[in-house]
């Protein structure tokens, strides 16, 4: 009873927490630019943290953790990937860059971004649906993931976890927008790295250091300290190439670059960004260990909720388990702004030329959050086949749409408007095809999907119709 | 060869995300905005 109370307290602050943030964020939210984009006005930190809160969902903590017990610590390889690909490079690259060309065309989605860009209403219409599908199947897993540890860690039942999170999720992200998005992610993130390096300790304080725990995970395998020891090469390269590279098209996180106030921010946001993807590396490390702990688990989903229960008390518990649902909600939060943004801005506003004045969108706005937040909800509580099986594939079909137009929009002067078309059709089609027919070769649809969608932008704009040299100026051209 | 009884090949994933956050501070040192 003791235990149930400190987890009640503990959970009752944090959720008050997100309510008042998004209250106060609701004062700031004036306008359709605050509510989507904070009004380009967020700072290094808030921008590089709410990054890795939204790169992080409690899927990634409790399958994480399940990789590593499976597969041992070879998987440190795929956050070592993240930190590099999906941070870093990804920063690099496309961060200034990006929030320089989109401020210069104002545009404030990723799918005005590549109609402005390709002067395209067909980019625009298409990879707004593709979006808006995708991400809501993609937050049906999200809702499932934290229903299932409230039911799992703290024994409420799986649709009160579900209810109790999503509903003030909801609140805060209509009332408050991007800026409650942000915050609150940026607070998330915080929770989430107290409680995953809290775990850490404790899980090697009980198997006495890491000398230890990898001398006696070596005598149970081997393979399982080795790389790529129990897995393989084409599985393990292929895994974190999806969770790094699939990033770089992934709308919820490249949003974070067109709001940073400055370009200057990106000095400080790269390097703390980088630095708080490195939490990644954590789930499959306490995951490897926990096999010495438990040598057999009828599903490995357990290792890390067994492993908190094993070696934390009820306060530290109750830490971790803010800290997984910290990071269901703040990716669950961002992406349900980028599917509002999709239908009311880009489809809506843009592509079916709706004209209405900006405090009625900044109403729609509002609405059309709650309404994609309670269908999302609807699906979670008993999601069809079809939809579990589409979550898997959400990212590797938004990512093989969107990746390479996107990239080649920041710097490719010489892609055409039928390359961009081309690649955002074959790649939508090849991971969805690669999908249905069950991943021949055991191949993720991602790989596939990317491979078709580069081929055909490069080789189409080999051979078609170039844009005009004032077009691109206005593009690329710095005042 | 290892290092704390894990093989170097899986503590290189340890090092290379030291090496990244190294990295990222360093050209966030010398990153120069264009136009700001």
Redesign the interface.
Known sequence: MNNMLIYAVVIILYLLLLLVIGVISGRKTKDTSDFYLGGRNIGPWVTSLSYVAAYFSSVVIIGGGAFGWLYG??T??I??IN??LG??VC??ILG?RMR?ITHRLNVITIPEFLKRRYDSNFALIFSSLVIAIFLIVYNVSMLKGMGHIFEGLIGVSYIYGLLISSVIILFYVSIGGYIAVVWTSFIQAWIMGIGLITLTIFTLKSVGG???A??NL?VINKGY???P?VWNWQGLISYALIVSFGVWGMPQLLVRFYSIK???F???G??V???GT?LA?LPYFNGAISRILFPSLKNPDLAIPMLVKSVLNPVGSSIFLAAVLAAGMSTFSSVLIIITGSIIKDFLKEGLKLNYDDKRMLTMSKITTLIVGIISIIIAIKPPALVLALTAFSWAIISSTTLWPVLFGLYARWVTKAGVISSMIGGFLVALIWMVLKQPFKVHGFIPGIVISFMLITLISLFTKKYGKEFLEAIYH?? | M?I????I??F???I??VI??I???V???L?R????
């Open positions: 610590m070879s440190l390889w956050g070592a930190v590099l941070t870093t920063w690099i200034p320089e890491i000398s230890n990898a001398f070596s300290v080795d790389t020891g400055k370009l200057s990106f000095k400080i790269t390097p960004a980088a630095l490195c590396l710095k005042k | 290892s704390l009884n894990i093989p090949i899986t290189s994933a340890i290379l995300s990244c956050v990295f990222a501070f050209w966030g040192l990153y905005p264009k136009d700001e």
